[in-house]
Every structure is written in structure tokens, then in C-alpha cells.
């Protein structure tokens, strides 16, 4: 199943900003796992465009999907390098859609220390 999460998803391993950016509503908001909150897709470029200049997405890969017609949630295995540093971890995301692309997304992961 293809849905506007999994786009978001693949944008974001493939380091696609555009790609990202059309999964979403213009007036998104979007929670990442450790707390930072973006309000629309404006921001949202904005901490990709920063993130991305430090950090890459290495492999997202999503291990189960469930999903109505507008709310979709995914579990996932995540690992990126940040500022030279490996760090691998599991999480979900949920999010609701409107009219197919993504108004709500948060995640919520599993941090080992």
C-alpha cells in the first residue's frame, strides 16, 4: 500500500526535500520523537535544509503499516549519522491525512541510552 506517509518516508531516506514537502499540507504540523514541534511546510524545509547539512537518513525501513482512509500508522527501524555519529532505533510514526498528503505526523521512538 502507498500512502502519503511511506512518499514522506522515502523522501526523507532518499534526502529528498521536495519529495518531503509534497506529502504534506501547507498548514502541517509535524512532531518529531524527541520533542521539536514544525508548523507548516515553510519550517519543515527549514529543518531539513539545516538537518541535512550535518546529519543523513541512512535507512528508514518500515516493518508493519495499518491504516483507515485517513489515518495511517507505521512502525519502523531508523538509522542515520549526525554529526558523524551512527545511531540506530525503533519508533512510529502516526498521521492523518487531508485530501491524501499528511496534516498531522508524530513519532514516537524507542532511545536506548
Known sequence: MSTALHAYIDAWERHDIA????ALTDDCLVIESHGPTYHGRDQVE?????????GSVDQWRIT?????DD?????????????GDTTTFEGATIARLTDGRI????EYATITT
Do not use: K
Open 71 to 83: 489515518d495511517v500508522a507505521v512502525e519502523w527501524a531508523f538509522t542515520s549519522t549526525y554529526e
Open 103 to 106: 496534516a498531522y505526523l508524530r
Open 19 to 22: 519529495g518531503v514537502l509534497a
Open 46 to 54: 527549514h529543518w531539513m535544509r539545516t538537518w541535512l547539512t550535518v
Open 64 to 68: 508493519s503499516t495499518m491504516a483507515t
